[in-house]
């Protein structure tokens, strides 16, 4: 159980402003479009461009790679440089990357465009990360970024398969652009937030303890990256209806809505580290049962539980990087983290393939990604439970 010990009020912190806060939810979505919709735009690649699985996980490797890199920059330089202009840097590359994608549509130059977009991406989606880390109380603010990022994949998993291929680029450009006239309300630049309510001095956890967190992101994010980058090509190379399998994707994603009211209470309840421990405890069992067998019924299965799994497990992971390091510097790096794991996890599955594991092999990844990110915050819990029963 919590205690709050730490009185704070919203007017102290232009993070807890309403419009700062609603740009940051919905620059996050932006932000992260591709990676919701990967399903849907590794099937474009294939159906639409004619590039193969393997050439189709590279690509989406590449978009992420740059989102890492991109917010990686951002974290470095998000103490001494004006937000706003990280933020315009980040948009231009953004439509630039993409309006060249409608042009030049061979795998080489699709290769490094969709790094370049990723670049843009990575400051964009750092900025309005650091931004909801920055909230008095982070986890909340997480939690309801998760909420419309729910809401937002269900649409475009629904959207883009309708689309062409320079149609998607071009929804792309427009939710960039949509964000230009509001960039102006992102605070510049600030001291480091002070410790959220729930807080206090004498249990804050050490600040090294964020960056231990970004690097269990990074792997819980290979599991992610190589299960959602596939799932819908290992549910067809199983012999499942392409179609039927797609609807199951997106209506899954509804049930990340679970995930985050479960969440939300849970926080009101419970500390944040036993209800991690078991969360991948469940995702270890829902994405390693598909190595094991691919049935129907268990593909449903197994969508089902990663869509209210992920969804949980983030809240829990980018708040409590957020309350660890208040600077900003560290929840700038999320999307990094994250962008990394997802780099890793599509290339790890599509080295796999290319060797003949297939996608057995591929879901012992996701399952061993997510065991070691288990393990991790299973030493922490061990070491720090003493200050967690008494905060």
């Keep these: 159980m919590t205690n709050r010990t730490t009185p704070y009020e919203a007017a102290d912190n232009p993070f807890d402003a309403k419009g700062p806060f609603l740009l940051s939810l919905f620059m996050t979505l932006v932000g992260y479009s591709v990676l919701v919709a990967l399903p849907a735009i590794n099937g474009a690649w294939v159906e639409q461009l004619g590039f193969s699985e393997v050439q189709v996980n590279r690509v989406a490797s590449a978009d992420l790679l740059g989102l890492f890199i991109g917010a990686v920059m ?34 080489d130059t699709t290769l490094i465009l969709r790094f370049v977009a990723g670049l843009g991406a990575g400051f964009y989606t750092a900025v309005a990360v650091a931004g909801l880390g920055a909230h008095s109380k982070p986890r909340e603010a997480f939690n309801w970024m998760l909420l419309a990022f729910a809401v937002s994949q269900f649409l475009e998993l629904q959207l883009i398969p309708h689309l062409t291929m320079n149609g998607i680029y071009l929804f792309f450009i427009a939710t960039y652009v949509v964000t230009l006239p509001f960039v102006r309300l992102i605070p510049r630049a600030g001291s480091p937030a002070p410790l959220p309510a729930e807080v206090s001095n004498d249990n804050q956890r050490p600040t090294l303890l964020a960056w231990v967190g970004i690097g269990a992101i990074v792997i819980a994010y290979i599991n992610i990256g190589a299960y959602w980058s596939n799932i819908e090509l290992a549910a067809e190379a199983a012999g499942l209806d392409g179609d039927w399998a797609a609807q ?89 983290a994250q962008g990394l794991g997802q780099t890793v996890g599509p290339f790890a599955a599509s080295v796999m ?20 990110a288990l393990c991790i915050y299973a030493v922490i819990y061990m070491k720090y439970r003493r200050t967690t029963a008494t905060a």
């Design 353 to 372: 393939l290319d060797l003949g594991w297939g996608f057995n092999g591929v879901f012992i990844l996701c399952a061993a990604a997510s065991a070691t």
């Design 74 to 107: 951002t974290s470095v330089l998000i103490k001494r440089w004006d937000r706003q202009r990280l933020t315009y840097l980040g948009i231009a590359l953004a439509i630039l990357a993409n309006a060249l994608c409608t042009q030049y549509v061979d795998y």
């Design 248 to 336: 199951v994707i997106a209506w899954c994603v509804l049930l990340s809505f679970v995930g985050c009211f479960t969440a939300m209470w849970v926080l009101k309840k419970f500390d944040y580290d036993r209800p991690l421990l078991v969360t991948f405890v469940l995702m270890v069992i829902s994405v390693g049962l598909l190595a094991v067998n691919f049935t129907a019924a268990l593909f449903v299965f197994s969508v089902a539980m990663f869509n209210f799994l992920w969804i949980f497990i983030d809240v829990y992971q980018m708040g409590g990087v957020s309350v660890a390091d208040r600077s900003g510097s560290a929840a700038a790096f999320i999307p990094g």
